[in-house]
């Protein structure tokens, strides 16, 4: 993917803009709040890759624009802002994550700390340019030139007054916020459609105490925990041997991209590496239960999950699992991605 701009948003963070070829305009469409998985290459021909939201909006920008705040001795953040330029190419997956509103129509309550701001701001651009939704911003920094995207929130929010709010909290004048401060500012917003949360981590559940705290539900709460991936979704595909009715096989039937499929299907293999290495092309990114882009849906027979980080319980009962965490367990099993 072409690097059209470098922009340093601070001192220790800058936004990255890619242009979509035509060709790719498809695969890389998105939904508000979704993120990219980027390639860091390193001296050794081998790399590592990490997510990054897109803090542009669909509906609003034409370009794609991730945004990478430095960790400090961190790999992929430091190696981004140091070393690429315009007229780079980065490699990326297409977009996935579920950190995305159900509707652009809804009256949402953002909590946004640091970089958690970037997929925030690309929700209340959504927001702003192409529905009736409104949105209240709580965005907390250590200090004031700490605050990536200032100019453009406060933008945003004088060519919408009526439809957004944002409240800045700084470490630097009001200490670090508290549950009981958290909710004391959320109170009057506790009612609102649903609750997006992003940012360090005592942050986040700082918050979701605090709105636990005033009765709201955790279906109307949505969070996104930033982390490293310790896996490599660029790696090369497994290599899988064919061995034709093995005892510890199951039969898989699986519908996918409008073709069904009959597969052997080993039981200590994921799904998602058994439809990789037999050369077809499900839908991934993070390959470690997270993100959720591989989901599919199981139509008969029994799965189990390794590992399971974002589908929730009434996601599991209309039989969603994650295809890079299942396995079989019956002897027979369909699946549609469809
Ligand atoms: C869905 C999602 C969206 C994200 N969106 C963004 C975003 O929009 N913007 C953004 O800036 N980040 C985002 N992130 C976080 C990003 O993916 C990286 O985790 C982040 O940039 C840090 O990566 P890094 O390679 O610089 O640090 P890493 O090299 O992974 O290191 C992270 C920390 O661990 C320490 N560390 C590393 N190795 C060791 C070790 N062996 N022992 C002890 N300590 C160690 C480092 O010193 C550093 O402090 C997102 C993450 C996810 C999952």
Same mark, same amino acid.
């Given at each position: ?24 305009? *498809? ?7 979704? +993120? ?8 050794? /021909? ?69 970089? *958690? ?19 209240? !911003? ?11 995207? $200032? /100019?453009? !929130? ?21 200490? !670090? ?5 958290? $909710?004391?500012?959320? $109170? ?9 949360? &992003? ?14 705290? !005033? /009765? ?69 990114? &993070?390959?470690?239960? +997270? &993100? /959720? ?7 008969? *027979? ?21 295809? &890079? ?14």
């Amino acid at each position: 993917m072409p690097v059209l701009n470098v922009i340093a948003e601070t001192a220790d963070a800058c936004s990255i803009v890619l242009g979509v070829p035509e060709e790719l305009r *498809g695969r890389f469409t998105y939904r508000p709040g979704q +993120f990219l998985t980027v390639r860091i290459p390193d001296g050794e /021909g081998a790399g590592a890759a990490r997510c990054y939201s897109l803090s542009s909006a669909p509906g609003a920008d034409p370009t794609l624009r991730i945004t990478v705040k430095r960790v400090k001795g961190g790999y992929g953040s430091n190696w981004l802002c140091d070393h690429v330029r315009p007229g780079d190419t980065l490699e990326v997956l297409p977009p996935s994550g579920r950190f995305t509103p159900d509707s652009l129509e809804a009256d949402l309550l953002l909590f946004a700390a640091g970089s *958690g701001i970037t997929p925030v701001i690309s929700i209340v651009n959504a927001l702003l340019a192409g529905s009736a939704g409104s949105a209240v !911003l709580f965005y907390a920094n250590r200090d004031e030139a700490s605050v990536i995207f $200032a /100019g453009e !929130l406060r933008d945003l929010a004088a060519s919408a007054p009526d439809r957004l709010q944002v409240v800045h909290l700084l470490e630097s004048l009001q200490g !670090l916020p508290t549950v009981a401060s958290l $909710a004391a500012l959320a $109170a009057p917003h506790a009612a609102r459609d649903a609750a997006f949360i &992003c940012g360090p981590a005592p942050f986040m559940d700082a918050v979701g105490e605090a709105l636990g705290s !005033l /009765g709201m539900g955790r279906e109307r709460i949505v969070m996104e925990r930033f982390h490293s991936l310790s896996g490599d979704p660029f790696a090369a595909v497994e290599n899988i041997p064919e061995e034709s009715g093995a005892a510890d096989s199951a039969q898989l039937k699986v519908a996918l991209n409008g073709d069904e499929h009959l597969l052997e299907w080993p039981t200590k293999i994921s799904l998602l590496a058994l439809l990789r290495a037999r050369g077809l092309q499900p839908p991934f990114s &993070c390959e470690e239960g +997270f &993100c /959720g882009a591989c989901a599919c849906r199981v139509l008969a *027979g029994e799965t189990k999950m390794l590992c399971n980080d974002v589908l929730e319980d009434e996601d599991l009962e209309e039989g969603l699992v994650l295809s &890079c965490q299942a396995l079989p367990m019956s002897d027979e099993v369909e699946v549609t991605f469809d």
